[in-house]
């Protein structure tokens, strides 16, 4: 199930604790720590392969994304930003109203000495 994903101006990112990563919502980093956490699955070919991350949603219990369409979400989502799970689907992205939560490990934050 494809869902629309907006015009990456036309919707502000969320800037709270939990949409935090070093102080400010930093996308391109979510976006990097996205694609190291993605899954490749094998096609027929070398050539075939899909990079996929797996998210579940609020009444379903899950589906792969690709990783094309995961980093374009997260250019243009309602807000994005980490939760603490203990499976690991820490990074949470909201579209059109329908929040997310993907297998991507939060970073660790540094902690003030």
């Known amino acids: ?22 102080h400010t919502v930093d996308r391109a980093q ?3 720590l996205t694609a190291d956490a993605a899954l490749t699955i094998p096609g027929e070919c070398r050539h075939c392969a899909r ?3 797996h998210a579940f949603g609020l009444k379903w219990f899950g589906e792969l ?6 980093l374009a979400a ?11 799970d203990c499976g690991g689907y820490d990074l949470m992205v909201t579209l ?10 939060r ?4 902690v003030a000495a």
């Open 1 to 22: 199930m494809d869902i629309p994903v907006p015009e990456q101006d036309s919707i502000p990112a969320v800037v709270s604790a939990s949409s935090v990563v070093q």
């Open 30 to 32: 979510i976006k990097a």
């Open 51 to 53: 990079r996929v991350v």
């Open 65 to 70: 994304w690709s990783l094309d369409r995961l």
């Open 74 to 84: 997260i250019d243009s989502a309602d807000h994005v930003g980490w939760v603490d």
């Open 96 to 105: 059109a109203g329908v929040t997310y939560r993907f297998q991507v490990k």
């Open 107 to 110: 970073p660790v934050q540094e």
